[in-house]
Nanobody, 123 residues
Framework: QVQLVESGGGLVQPGGSLRVSCAAS????????MGWYRHAPGKQRELVAT???????NYADSVKGRFTISRDNAKNMVYLQMNSLKPEDTAVYYC?????????????????WGQGTQVTVSS
């Protein structure tokens, strides 16, 4: 069983900062890519940022220069530091991991998702 658990969401004023974290646990052999998606009411789910095990990162144009993704491979954790937050950043943020899971008799590789954490940017 593999679980991804996010934490750190909340309410912040425009221009403020927030950091969300995600911890992956379970029978994990290797995590390839970790990242963050977000889903706002009335909008499509949006890829925010991804990071490989080697540290290569990619960002949505809407967050470049404001958000920073990082990960701790030893702890199976990924972080998203969000600065200069705007009301349009309000969404549920979901952690994502492309990982290889070990089980008795073999292994498989697929994507796993967290349950989401709400980020609200409002005055």
């Amino acid at each position: 069983q593999v679980q991804l658990v996010e934490s750190g969401g909340g309410l912040v004023q425009p221009g403020g900062s927030l950091r969300v974290s995600c911890a992956a646990s379970g029978s994990i052999f290797a995590i390839n890519v970790m990242g963050w998606y977000r889903h706002a009411p009335g909008k499509q789910r949006e890829l925010v940022a991804t990071i490989t095990s080697g540290g290569n990162s990619n960002y949505a144009d809407s967050v470049k220069g404001r958000f920073t993704i990082s990960r701790d491979n030893a702890k199976n954790m990924v972080y998203l530091q969000m600065n200069s937050l705007k009301p349009e950043d309000t969404a549920v943020y979901y952690c994502y991991a492309d990982l290889t899971r070990m089980y008795y008799g073999g292994s498989d590789r697929r994507a796993y998702w967290g349950q989401g954490t709400q980020v609200t940017v409002s005055s």
